[in-house]
T-cell receptor, first 114, second 115 residues
């Protein structure tokens, strides 16, 4: 595709509900990142994939967060039993390769947990 | 370990005057450094990147940044601010290894342009 696509754009969930956030990276991009951006803060690293391999998940805040990229393209970030503190914008980014390649960001999914 | 510190959470300048947004980094390796801009309700956009080819890096919209290893700094500058520059700016450090590719964002600097 022309850019990184994320869906849904907005998600409202009741506390305790499970949510799934989707990221379609640019075709052929090897690296894929998920970030969490709370209101007024910088993006915080969650997890990183190189193709289908999840090489780093050290930023996931709890075991309620799970990410996958089974075929090395589309990725899904799942949050189970959502809590109010999960409310944030979730950003997905991809790059052609590792090292110095620029990141292309999606517009994000704004999650509000009530 | 690597980290990045943006020294100012808010910067206000008058239109037409110079802009300076400060960033210091720490990295165990020779880092790749980036500046991104985020306008309200828009995605993150790359302004410029440093990848060891040249210490003075020119980016889009008239922005520049100079990599100073001795000071571990990568400050962003622009000679003359424009109203459209009002946005949030993020300094970013990237570990230049194939595995454990982690990209760390600073907390951001909100740039305000006064008329």
């Amino acid at each position: 595709g022309a850019g990184v696509s994320q869906s849904p754009r907005y998600k409202v969930a009741k506390r305790g509900q499970d949510v799934a956030l989707r990221c379609d990276p640019i075709s052929g991009h090897v690296s894929l990142f998920w970030y969490q951006q709370a209101l007024g803060q910088g993006p915080e690293f969650l997890t990183y994939f190189q193709n289908e391999a999840q090489l780093d998940k050290s930023g996931l805040p709890s075991d309620r967060f799970f990410a996958e990229r089974p075929e090395g393209s589309v990725s899904t970030l799942k949050i189970q039993r959502t809590q109010q503190e999960d409310s944030a914008v979730y950003l997905c980014a991809s790059s052609l390769a590792t090292r110095n390649e620029k990141l292309f960001f999606g517009s994000g999914t704004q999650l509000s947990v009530l | 370990a690597q980290s990045v510190t943006q020294l100012d959470s808010h910067v206000s300048v008058s239109e037409g005057t110079p802009v300076l947004l400060r960033c210091n980094y720490s990295s165990s390796y020779s880092p790749s450094l980036f500046w991104y801009v985020q306008h309200p309700n828009k995605g993150l956009q790359l302004l410029l990147k440093y990848t060891s080819a040249a210490t003075l890096v020119k980016g889009i919209n008239g922005f520049e940044a100079e990599f100073k290893k001795s000071e571990t700094s990568f400050h962003l500058t622009k000679p003359s601010a424009h109203m459209s520059d009002a946005a949030e700016y993020f300094c970013v450090v990237r570990r230049p290894m194939n595995r454990d590719d982690k990209i760390i964002f600073g907390k951001g600097t909100r740039l305000h342009i006064l008329p």
